[in-house]
T-cell receptor, first 113, second 114 residues
Framework: AQSVTQLGSHVSVSEGALVLLRCNYSSSVPPYLFWYVQYPNQGLQLLLKYTSAATLVKGINGFEAEFKKSETSFHLTKPSAHMSDAAEYFCAVSNQAGTALIFGKGTTLSVSS | NAGVTQTPKFQVLKTGQSMTLQCAQDMNHNSMYWYRQDPGMGLRLIYYSASEGTTDKGEVPNGYNVSRLNKREFSLRLESAAPSQTSVYFC?????????????FGEGSRLTVL
């Protein structure tokens, strides 16, 4: 069965520091992987997606993620954190039939000045 | 641009009461979804509809029913609400299946069951 595990429910960084949010996946078929962001009291919005075209995926707001098959990982990074990046981030994988997304439990990112 | 609209945004129920959460999208999307979000649990899929006229169970369907009324609308019904159904409910839609398509989310419906 498809699943994702997000390592660390809460990550704190200083403004300007590297952001690294970890996601490992389990999939019985070639995975389609996604990162979504949720700002307070809002729905989720897509940051980026991996659909096998390229292993390094660039998303919105300076975020990127690298698909590593050997490590079954899809970690999200941003070189320099901004206060506006404070939010909850979700990793997700497409289910086997490709009909729905399975989400991880989320990682809350805090950014301090 | 309305996108995905959910009603109501807030609701308080007593145990045993019933209610329907409404969702409508104006993007002509084929697929629609209902998720619930609970602290520390992420989003869990309740039901989804890959196309008009079809519905399928997700991870946590017990206690819920859905109706894909037409291509635009996908409602979620709680027949006999329980405190365990206190949650934030999100409706989402996508043009194709999510494997290549992007899910667009509503702003959520906060439900409290006393």
């Amino acid at each position: 069965a498809q699943s994702v595990t997000q390592l660390g429910s809460h990550v704190s960084v200083s403004e300007g520091a590297l952001v690294l949010l970890r996601c490992n996946y389990s999939s019985s078929v070639p995975p389609y992987l996604f990162w979504y962001v949720q700002y307070p009291n809002q729905g989720l919005q897509l940051l980026l997606k991996y659909t096998s075209a390229a292993t390094l995926v660039k998303g919105i707001n300076g975020f990127e993620a690298e698909f590593k098959k050997s490590e079954t990982s899809f970690h999200l990074t941003k070189p320099s954190a901004h206060m506006s990046d404070a939010a909850e981030y979700f990793c997700a994988v497409s289910n086997q039939a490709g009909t729905a997304l399975i989400f991880g439990k989320g990682t809350t990112l805090s950014v301090s000045s | 641009n309305a996108g995905v609209t959910q009603t109501p945004k807030f609701q308080v129920l007593k145990t045993g009461q019933s209610m329907t959460l409404q969702c409508a999208q104006d993007m002509n999307h084929n697929s629609m979804y209902w998720y619930r979000q609970d602290p520390g649990m992420g989003l869990r899929l309740i039901y989804y509809s890959a196309s008009e006229g079809t519905t399928d169970k997700g991870e946590v369907p017990n206690g819920y029913n859905v109706s894909r009324l037409n291509k635009r609308e996908f409602s979620l019904r709680l027949e006999s609400a329980a405190p365990s159904q206190t949650s934030v409910y999100f409706c989402a839609s996508s043009a194709e299946g999510p494997r290549t398509g992007e899910l667009f989310f509503g702003e959520g419906s906060r439900l409290t069951v006393l």
